[in-house]
């Protein structure tokens, strides 16, 4: 089945402790894609990635790291998470930005 | 910023009903998309369209754009309860070559039995 699977689907931690929110799609698509989703926000994007070592920064990339060293993988880092980081995070992949993109399930981060 | 933003925040009908949803953002586009998200899951691609085509059908689904305007319209026909969710319309900027996506805020569509 095609699709986008993140991990963890939820997530508690501890402000400054690192961790990582794997994101993997096997429709072997260019374009993958994070985002952040806040009450009376919306959708925020937080980095972007074109192809394999090629990403850029969205609206929101200030506290988040990511790499793309494979084709299908595109992991979010969040090197010392804050209180407001607490989030609804989604990942995506498009074969490229002339199509829509396929959505992971999300995964809702609390940071204490 | 790029960002659409949707038009009515809040839409509720009832079922049989057609719902109209609209999304105006601010500069040239290559296409428009519209996505559905059912409350806390994934988003879901519904319809894209490209900025040289006017109309577009997808089941009970038609989308309007209308680059002139910088509008879209999203119209679901003889809703269904199921139809209730958050729809979003969502534009790539040109000059990311389309990497960077702007969403709106979204609709939340409300349909009763």
């Known amino acids: 089945e095609a699709q986008v699977t993140q991990n963890p689907r939820y997530l508690i931690t501890v402000t400054g402790k690192k961790l990582t929110v794997t994101c993997s799609q096997n429709?072997?698509?260019?374009?993958m894609s994070w985002y952040r989703q806040d009450p009376g926000l919306g959708l925020r994007q937080i980095y972007y990635?074109?192809?394999?070592?090629?990403?850029d920064k969205g609206d929101v990339p200030e506290g988040y790291k990511v790499s793309r060293k494979e084709k299908r993988n595109f992991p979010l880092i969040l090197e010392s998470p804050s209180p407001n980081q607490t989030s609804l995070y989604f990942c995506a992949s498009s074969l490229s930005g002339d199509y829509g993109y396929t959505f992971g399930s999300g995964t809702r981060l609390t940071v204490v | 910023s790029q960002q659409g933003e949707e038009d009515p925040q809040a839409l509720s009908i009832q079922e049989g009903e057609n719902a109209t949803m609209n999304c105006s953002y601010k500069?040239?586009?290559?296409?428009l998309q519209w996505y559905r998200q059912n409350s806390g899951r994934g988003l879901v691609h519904l319809i894209l369209i490209r900025s040289n085509e006017r109309e577009k059908h997808s089941g009970r689904l038609r989308v309007t754009l209308d680059t002139s305007k910088k509008s879209s319209s999203l119209l679901i026909t003889a809703s269904r309860a199921a139809d209730t969710a958050s729809y979003f319309c969502?534009?790539?900027?040109?000059?990311?070559?389309?990497?960077?996506?702007?969403f709106g805020r979204g609709t939340q569509l409300t349909v009763w039995p």
């Open positions: 990635s074109m192809n394999v070592e090629v990403t």
């Open positions: 500069t040239s586009i290559n296409n």
């Open positions: 969502a534009t790539p900027d040109r000059g990311s070559t389309l990497g960077r996506l702007y």
């Open positions: 429709m072997n698509h260019e374009y």
